[in-house]
């Protein structure tokens, strides 16, 4: 597993700016954006990587990981994009562990 896939990245629809929205939720905000959701998941997945290089780089402590093998795999659930943001916010919070694919 490479480090990045210790942190769960997020690729949302947006009705504000009209776009897809790229977020890795404790480590990073919104940082992409585009037309093509898979184009910003490839962008988001970049941005982690070169962030992780920095941190190393400069010796700093990466952020908590947000993801874990204790989570519920092989799962698909299909609630609307407001609640799901909203839960996987509070987990990151509340120091839970998340993984995401959307």
Not at 31 to 36: I, K, L, S, V, Y
Not at 55 to 84: A, C, K, M, W
Request: glycine residues 6%.
């Amino acid at each position: 597993m490479k480090i990045s896939d210790q942190y769960a990245k997020i690729v949302a629809w947006s009705e504000e700016d009209q776009c897809y929205i790229g977020s890795a939720p404790g480590f990073t905000g919104p940082c992409c954006h585009g037309d093509n959701e898979i184009q910003v998941y490839q962008e988001l997945c970049t941005i982690v990587e070169e962030w992780i290089d920095i941190y190393q780089e400069q010796g700093l402590t990466l952020p908590e990981s947000t993801f874990s093998n204790e989570t519920i795999e092989n799962r698909l659930l299909n609630v609307p994009q407001d609640i799901y943001q909203a839960l996987v916010n509070k987990a990151v919070a509340s120091g839970q562990h998340v993984q995401a694919c959307l």
